[in-house]
């Protein structure tokens, strides 16, 4: 029974007491400590920037993945000489009202503080290189974010579900925004980009590329019609996501493509309008416009994609002569469709293209 050893002494390892200075855990490699725990009850606490381990002071560096989480916390004050906050540190922590991080802070890690729903306000200094993915996903409180002057990277859905947060700059140092960093951010009016800025730009709170060819994000919680302006080409995947106050859009000729969920859930959206130049429709890009009562299609529009109209609101379709494919499900459960004229190019419609169309009494077909 040999085998017995190997698999006790693993035991052993898991449950053994994990290194103690005073209510912290830590690890240790020698040169720096990183924090890995708290046992203490005190919700303001101070997080220590040397760690005594025998004869040494070792530099606290990190915070350890998952450290704090869930823990009853009201103030954070992270000691100078932290580098690293890691991975969910301090998700969770649903009291936490404020947290004061230092200038040796150089990453910050994915979720490290989603969910901390009492948060209102941070500051994020200068020496901060990177945001995490979801970082302060779903703090309903935050009302306030600076972001500081090193920053060169925001992650995928940074900010979601901060539905207090209203305005938002992006330094001149942000070189990359990952996918949907602003979603359902209800109350959210503008973004703002420094003019310094090398890869994004901004106009009337409209997230851009610095060309302003891509419109990125429209802000949530900006109200009335919105003209789409003639430098842009492309309207990029989830731009209009969830603008529940976008009353109408109007796309001009120069755009080409509606990006994937382009304006997917814009419920009170009434009015769409799409120029010439459009070729390209993504795939729910005007899905569960409720409202959408009224659809302008280009003349050029070649594709129209899956699910791309579902649910919305329209009342008649014509299909410009261009179009050859209508993807599945694209008007599906357009209970409010009575009438459809289909261009005379089609080769190819999706599988229920207009199923559980209740009104449709009429679908006519253009030859020649």
């Not at 240790?28 to 002071?57: H, L």
């Not at 579900?161 to 001149?172: E, H, K």
């Not at 000729?253 to 010439?276: K, P, S």
Request: glycine share 10%.
């Amino acid at each position: 029974m040999a085998w017995l050893l190997p698999v006790v002494l693993l035991l052993s390892a898991l449950v053994a007491k994990a290194d103690q200075f005073g209510d912290f855990t830590y690890t240790n490699d020698n040169d720096s400590a990183t924090i890995t725990g708290y046992t203490g009850t005190n919700g303001s606490i101070t997080i220590p920037t040397v760690i005594r381990v025998g004869t040494k002071d070792l530099p606290v560096t990190s915070i350890g993945d998952n450290a704090f989480y869930n823990q009853v916390l009201t103030n954070v004050t992270i000691g100078s000489g932290v580098a690293t906050i890691g991975n969910y540190s301090f998700s969770g922590c649903n009291r936490l009202k404020g947290v004061a991080i230092p200038n040796s802070v150089t990453n910050i890690g994915s979720n490290a503080f989603s969910f901390c729903t009492s948060l209102t306000a941070v500051i994020i200094p200068d020496g901060v290189l990177r945001i995490g993915d979801a970082c302060f996903f779903y703090c309903q409180q935050l009302t306030n974010i600076d972001i500081g002057n090193s920053v060169i990277s925001i992650g995928d859905y940074t900010f979601a579900n901060c539905s207090s947060l209203t305005n938002v700059t992006i330094p001149g140092s942000v070189l990359s925004i990952g996918s949907r960093p602003f979603y359902s951010c209800p109350n959210l009016t503008g973004i703002m980009v420094d003019a310094q800025n090398a890869a994004y730009s901004s106009e009337a709170g409209v997230l851009f590329d610095k060309d302003q060819t891509v419109l990125i994000t429209y802000p949530e919680g900006a109200a009335g019609g919105y003209t789409i302006s003639e430098s842009v080409t492309n309207v990029s995947d989830y731009a209009f996501l969830d603008c529940y106050n976008l009353a109408s859009i109007t796309i001009p000729d120069n755009v080409v493509i509606i990006g994937f969920e382009a304006f997917f859930e814009c419920h009170n959206l009434t009015n769409a309008f799409i120029g010439n130049g459009v070729t390209s429709i993504g795939d729910n890009a005007f899905a569960s416009c409720y409202n959408l009562a009224s659809l302008t299609l280009g003349s050029n529009v070649t594709a129209i994609g899956n699910a791309a109209f579902y649910a919305s609101g329209v009342t008649t379709v014509v299909i410009p002569d261009r179009v050859v494919t209508i993807g599945a499900y694209a008007f599906d459960a357009c209970t409010s469709l009575t009438n459809v004229v289909i261009g005379n190019s089609v080769t190819n419609i999706g599988d229920s293209a207009f199923g559980f169309c209740w009104g449709l009494t009429g679908i006519s077909h253009e030859y020649g």
